[in-house]
């Protein structure tokens, strides 16, 4: 069975770029996650979604932060402007039935 | 507010000793308990789970226990390994199906040879 895919692994932009990251969970996951891991904490919650639908971006800075999941499969995180405290790994999970949550690598995130 | 929190920040032992990381919670509320285990470089790998109707599990050279009455979380890892050394995160859900984690800030575990 094959993991969660991210990409890209590492990017480094300046501030006020834009970025985007990109997550594909695994097969039938219905849910998804994005975290934003800043170092040396644990991963912070940015926006659940089940299947296509948002469930929860209550903590999703919406100023310049937005995802998206159109088909219910894979997912796509942007940040336009990038700010340098928006410097960190981010997460994506994803869940089926069994509630567990799987973790892809992250991608780290450099701002300038 | 609500927290997920680690008594120690950081935990040395020696190859095949056993390790015990501790993680203190203050939401009555949270009802599914998860250890992961993240390595530098790597996503958060899960370890173990525990529901509140529960006070112990175990898995391979691993044990969880849950002691609601004073909201603690412990995860104990038999004849620690040198690959065992990494940060430990102990986590917290609750809200029925599709669980919202909030995850505490994390254990580093160094085995020494």
């Known amino acids: 069975e094959a993991g969660v895919a991210q990409s890209p692994r590492y990017k480094i932009i300046e501030k006020r770029q834009s970025v985007a990251f990109w997550c594909n969970p695994i097969s039938g996951h219905a849910t998804l996650y994005w975290y934003q891991q800043i170092l040396g904490q644990g991963p912070k919650l940015l926006i659940q979604f089940q299947n296509n639908g948002v469930v929860d971006d209550s903590q999703l800075p919406k100023d310049r932060f937005s995802a998206e999941r159109l088909k219910g499969v894979d997912s796509t995180l942007k940040i336009q402007p990038a700010k340098l405290e928006d410097s960190a790994v981010y997460l994506c999970?994803?869940?089926?039935?069994?509630?567990?949550?799987?973790f892809g690598p992250g991608t780290r995130l450099t701002v300038l | 507010g609500e927290s997920v929190g680690l008594h120690l920040p950081t935990l040395s032992v020696q190859e095949g000793d056993n390790s015990i990381i501790n993680c203190a919670y203050s939401?009555?509320?949270?009802?599914?308990f998860i250890w992961y285990k993240q390595e530098s470089g790597k996503g958060p790998q899960f370890i173990i789970d525990?529901?509140?109707?529960?006070d112990k599990r175990q898995g391979q050279r691993v044990t969880v226990l849950l002691n609601k009455t004073v909201k603690h979380l412990s995860l104990q890892i038999a004849a620690t390994q040198p690959g065992d050394s990494a940060v430990y995160f102990c986590a917290e859900g609750r809200g029925g199906s599709n669980y919202k984690l909030t995850f505490g800030k994390g254990t580093l575990l160094t085995v020494n040879p």
């Open positions: 999970a994803g869940a089926g039935v069994a509630d567990t949550q799987y």
């Open positions: 525990i529901r509140s109707n529960m």
């Open positions: 939401n009555s509320a949270s009802d599914y």
